[in-house]
């Protein structure tokens, strides 16, 4: 199957610093391609490539199939790559609904007579949300009073009801306890489920594990390892991610100095 998104050997660079080299990975529909990293691994830079924030400097970016460089995130989101950032883009005192669309709300008349559709855009949402299985009492409530959680299945409800491919989530599960992690790692597998193809950013092995079907393990702007699932277990994972082989030489060096 064509995969929706594939990078090929892409690099890029701020200035005198390289935050990406020589790396490839692919993003197919109904699939969740984990890229796993520490702090200035490159992950969000990868992102920002395939988000049309920045561009690369070197290697190939394809979308469906055809070579591809994003002039800014409207282009790309234009291709049907949604992206959900850390930060989320919320109005915290605006409500849910109205957060929901920003900027597209449905409206009632044309022209000077055109007004918001109010009634519209909260059964939308409402059944947006249970459509994914998310039961909130009052779409009319600030977003700013929604959990941390909560503001992550809100924004993947809305990318999918948005017609969204791709879906890239930064961080998701960050900031969060392992029950509202789990909440919004169930919303990741059901927009999988639903054949979008997802980008799932974490240095977390134990949130990545139950939903990727490939790992893309950065460090310092270079891939790592880059598996398919069945390649590798949690264990294993885990231990690359701690710095597995450069862990196994320092054990060494010390039974050495013993
Ligand atoms: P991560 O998201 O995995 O923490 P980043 O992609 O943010 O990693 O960073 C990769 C490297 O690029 C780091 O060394 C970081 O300092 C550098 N970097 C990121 N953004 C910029 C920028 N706008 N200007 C200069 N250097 C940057």
Known sequence: MNALL???????????????????????AGEVTCVLGDNGAGKSTLIKILAGV???????????????????????????????????????????????????????????????????????TKKALADLGIDLRDVEQPVGTLSGGERQCVAIARAIHFGAKVLILDEPTAALGVKQAGVVLKYVAQARDRGLGVVLITHNPHHAYPVADRFLLLKRGTALGSYEKAEIELPELTRQMAGGAELDALEHELRQAE
Do not use: C
Not at 8 to 25: C, D, F, H, M, Q
């Open 54 to 124: 920045h561009q690369h400097d070197e290697g190939e970016f394809l979308v469906e199939g055809a070579p591809v460089r994003f002039a800014s995130p409207r282009e790309a989101l234009d291709r049907g790559i949604a992206t959900v950032y850390q930060d989320l883009a919320v109005v915290p005192l605006m409500s849910v609904w109205r957060n929901f669309f920003l900027g597209s709300e449905p409206t009632v008349g044309f022209g000077p007579f055109r007004a918001l559709d109010r009634r519209k855009g909260r059964e939308l």
């Open 6 to 28: 594939e990078v090929r050997e892409i690099g890029k660079r701020y200035g005198n610093v390289v935050a990406l080299r020589e790396v490839s990975t692919v993003v197919k």
